[in-house]
Each structure stands twice: as structure tokens, then as C-alpha cells.
């Protein structure tokens, strides 16, 4: 049901290698020449999956499905409506529990443990979790509570930076769908998660906001984190891995 | 030296404290509460109309009053709490919010305890305010009306604790409602039964204390178990979302 392409565009950052059920998964990457990496190590894995198998309402979405995000990579789900990509997503974060197979994030599986994980992953889906009753700033506030507190500073400078300068005491049900995205969004501009799961990140987003965007995720991928991405935004970056879902 | 090599971005292993981020949930909500106040107002009306349409549907004679004041305030109370158990995660749901607070690295069902503990403040809590005042329409006595107050401000966070567990199991359903008041209900019972036998008891000058200690025991029981369940049903409800 569902394939994993492997693309390999050199040397200036190491892609995902997405590999189909390869038997010798399991130890570090005896596949993989040197030379690709140019000299340096093959770094390990962020997260892991091997095997994975989801079923949704009797319809099988993925069946052995495995595939590793290293460090330093952008990587996209593909796939036509209804293949899995939000599934795939919601999988990865530990938003859904109905699935089969192993999930690792630095070697260790992730449900042994969770708490780093959670740490370390920061997932933004469909719904923003914006609060439409509380002004951006309130809403930024609350969303990095329970990660890392900043001061108003750093949250308004956050705001600033995408663009939601002079909105910031706004109820956000006043806001329009973009700028609320924005809120949400403006996440990507203080987060020290290095591992970001991001579903359909570009919707309702203008032009220079995808090119916002796309910076700040070849920069998360440049300082060493790994980004995972839907879209159905033309999005292609130098060195971005694909994961194709539901194709025959 | 591959100048393009990417640098290992530091792992993040400092963590919030639990307490701060309870904190943090607890005041949201409260936040979002007060920014729509009509909500706020809507258990405590329906409460009001139960308790004065009593007299005026059933009996205004004292002797009736005195003897039922209490189970109609508990029921009133009760029904009340119950009505507004939907809200409690369904605009989180719907938002997105849930879903970030079930991604935060802290224990979910500490933070399923934030919530549930905001939601008692801003329904349970009034409606213990606004019992004298009824219960002295409905002619119970002071004795009674303190030990009917003092029941229900143990009384309503059992009903808050144990009603998450129902409005997190039927978070994913399209109407909920009634589905919730049948699993909610029978948990309800024994709490309103020892809630309104505390007041008879006071009302006869009995000593109350063992009743309110069995009372306590329930508030403790639904404090340390009911977190662990709601946040397990949030998980099951949030993976078939």
C-alpha cells in the first residue's frame, strides 16, 4: 500500500533515507556508503519507525512502513486527500495510540519514554489551538507554559516577527483564519524543540509567510533539527526527504 | 571539514515544574471563562428556576419545604453541574487546545486536575454561594442550611472529578448529552444520597460528623482516581479524532 522513496541530493545536508522494510534496519545503516555523507559520520536517527501499520474505519492507510528522520533534514508526507498524512502525523506525535509497529526517537521507543519525547517534539496540527476568546499574547503564553516559559518581551517579539505587531492585545476571534495561524505559528520563531511535526503548516498562510516558513525550517534542519512536514503547498527545499502515502 | 555538516542541536532536558504548568492550564481557563460570562451565569440560573419552581409546582407549605429543602438543592445542584459537564473539554476539542495540552511534557492527568478543578471553581463554587439564600427561601432552618452548604462544597468537586471522566469518554460523539447522563448518573447517586442524609441527620440533631467524613472519603477517592481516568479516556477519545 504504501511506498517510501529514496532521494539523495548530495552533499549539502543528509537527507532522510527512507527505506521499505529493509531486514538489517535494525543496525546502524550498513547500507548507506560514506562517501554520501561526505567524510562525516552517519548521524543517529531522531526518530525511528519501523513496521508501521495504521487502520482506520476497516481501511488499511499503511502497512509496513518504516523510515528514519535523521538530524538536519526536512522531510514531507505526501499523498492524495484521505491517505493517512494527518494519521501518519498524529502517529509520530503520540496523538494516536491505533497502530502497530516500532517507534523510536533517539534509540529508545517512544512510549518507554514519552516524557523526553514530548520534550523535544513540538506538533502543530489542523487546529491551531488558539483560543478565540484570549488576545495572541495570551494565547502564546499559554501554549509555552508548559515548555519553556519566556517573558512578555520574547513573546511580543515572537508576535513581531509574524507579523502580528499592533494585534497583540486583539481577541483572536477578531483576528482573520491567517493571522490566527499566525498565533499559532509564531512558535516556529521561539521553540527549542529540535524535532517539529508540523500538519498542513502553510494553509491560510500569504505568500511571504510560506517563504517565512520554509526559512525557518531549512534553518531548524541547518542547526541540526529535523522538521516533518504536509502540505499541499508546492513545497520543495534543497535536500527535503519524501514519505509518499496511498500511491499504487 | 564539511562547513554544511549540521550542528547537533542541543536536546531540550530542562522541564517546566508540574505545579507552574498546572498553574498555567487552571488560569487559562478561568481566563476564557470570565471573557464569557453568560456561560458562567447559565448553571446558576438553571439552578435558581429548579429550586423556585418547587414551591410553585409541588407545595408552598412549610412543612413540605422544610422537609425536601435539601434534596431539592442537591438534585438542583446536581443537574446543574451536570448540564454544564459538556463544556468542559468540548471547546478544547474543537480548538486544538486539547491537543496541545496532551502533547506538554508534564502528566496529563495532573492537567486534566487543573481543569477540573477550574471548572468546579467557576460552577460548583457558586452554586454553594448561592445555596443560603435559597435555602432560607425554601425555610430551612440555619443548622440545616450550613450543613447543606458545607455538603455541597465537599459534595460539588466529586461531581466535577467524576463528571471528566464522562465528558472525556464522550468527547468524540456528535451529541453527547445524553449518553453522558447515563454513565454520569449512577456515579452520582451515591453522593447525593449521603449529601441530602447529612442534612436529615443535622435536621433531627444527630451528629453529622461521620456522614461528612464519608462525604470527605468520596472527595478523596475522586481526587487521587478520577484524574488518572479522564486523562486515559482523552487519550482513547483524541486517537479516534
Not at chain 1, 207 to 224: N, S, W
Not at chain 2, 92 to 119: I, N, R, S, W
Request: charged share 15%; aromatic share 6%.
Amino acid at each position: 500500500m504504501a511506498f517510501v522513496i529514496m532521494r539523495d541530493v548530495g552533499i549539502k545536508c543528509p537527507v532522510s533515507i527512507l527505506v521499505p522494510d529493509w531486514p538489517s534496519f535494525m543496525h546502524p545503516m550498513p547500507y548507506r556508503r560514506p562517501s554520501l555523507l561526505n567524510g562525516t559520520q552517519m548521524p543517529e536517527p531522531l526518530l525511528q519507525a519501523v513496521g508501521l501499520e495504521c487502520e482506520r474505519d476497516e481501511r488499511l492507510l499503511f502497512q509496513n512502513l518504516s523510515f528514519s528522520i535523521l538530524p538536519g533534514t526536512v522531510t514531507r508526507v505526501e499523498g492524495p486527500n484521505g491517505s493517512g498524512k494527518t494519521t501518519l502525523l498524529r502517529i509520530l506525535a503520540g496523538l494516536n495510540d491505533a497502530w502497530a509497529g516500532d517507534l523510536s526517537w533517539c534509540g529508545t521507543s517512544i512510549s518507554q519514554n514519552r516524557e523526553s519525547y514530548l520534550r523535544n517534539m513540538m506538533y502543530l496540527g489542523h487546529r491551531p489551538g488558539i483560543k478565540h476568546l484570549l488576545t495572541p499574547l495570551e494565547n502564546l503564553r499559554a501554549l509555552m507554559a508548559g515548555r519553556r516559559p519566556l517573558d512578555d518581551d520574547a513573546l511580543l517579539q515572537a508576535l513581531a516577527g509574524t507579523g502580528l505587531a499592533g494585534f497583540e492585545h486583539v481577541p483572536c476571534r477578531n483576528l482573520s483564519a491567517g493571522q490566527q495561524r499566525r498565533v499559532a505559528l509564531a512558535r516556529l520563531l521561539i521553540a527549542d524543540e529540535p524535532l517539529w511535526i508540523l500538519d498542513e503548516v502553510f494553509t491560510a498562510i500569504d505568500a511571504d509567510g510560506v517563504e517565512a516558513i520554509e526559512t525557518l525550517l531549512l534553518q531548524r534542519a541547518r542547526e541540526g533539527g529535523a522538521v516533518i512536514v504536509t502540505t499541499h503547498h508546492d513545497l520543495d527545499l534543497p535536500g527535503m526527504g519524501r514519505i509518499t502515502l496511498g500511491a499504487a | 571539514m564539511n562547513v554544511n555538516a549540521p550542528i547537533a542541536l542541543k536536546k531540550v532536558d530542562s522541564s517546566v515544574g508540574v505545579f507552574q504548568a498546572m498553574v498555567s492550564v487552571f488560569l487559562r481557563d478561568v481566563r476564557v471563562a470570565f471573557r464569557q460570562r453568560q456561560d458562567l451565569l447559565n448553571p446558576l440560573l438553571f439552578f435558581t428556576m429548579v429550586v423556585t419552581l418547587f414551591p410553585l409546582g409541588v407545595s408552598p407549605e412549610v412543612a413540605f419545604l422544610k422537609q425536601s429543602g435539601a434534596g431539592i438543592l442537591w438534585v438542583a445542584a446536581l443537574l446543574s453541574v451536570l448540564l454544564s459537564l459538556d463544556h468542559l473539554f468540548r471547546h478544547d476539542f474543537d480548538d486544538g487546545t486539547l491537543e496541545q495540552l496532551m502533547l506538554q511534557p508534564q502528566p496529563l492527568f495532573l492537567l486534566v486536575l487543573a481543569k477540573t478543578m477550574a471548572h468546579w471553581l467557576l460552577t460548583g463554587l457558586p452554586l454553594v454561594l448561592l445555596t443560603p439564600v435559597l435555602g432560607l427561601m425554601l425555610h430551612l432552618d440555619g443548622n440545616s442550611v450550613a450543613t447543606l452548604c458545607l455538603t455541597l462544597l465537599i459534595g460539588t468537586p466529586v461531581l466535577s472529578l467524576i463528571g471528566s471522566i464522562g465528558a472525556a469518554l464522550t468527547l468524540g460523539l456528535r451529541s453527547a448529552g445524553v449518553l453522558l447522563s447515563l454513565l454520569i448518573i449512577p456515579l452520582y447517586i451515591p453522593v447525593l444520597i449521603f449529601g441530602t442524609g447529612t442534612v436529615a441527620a443535622a435536621a433531627e440533631g444527630a451528629q453529622v460528623s461521620g456522614y461528612l467524613a464519608l462525604m470527605g472519603a468520596f472527595l478523596v477517592l475522586a481526587l487521587t482516581l478520577a484524574p488518572f481516568a479522564s486523562a486515559a479516556a482523552l487519550r482513547i477519545s483524541l486517537s479516534n479524532s
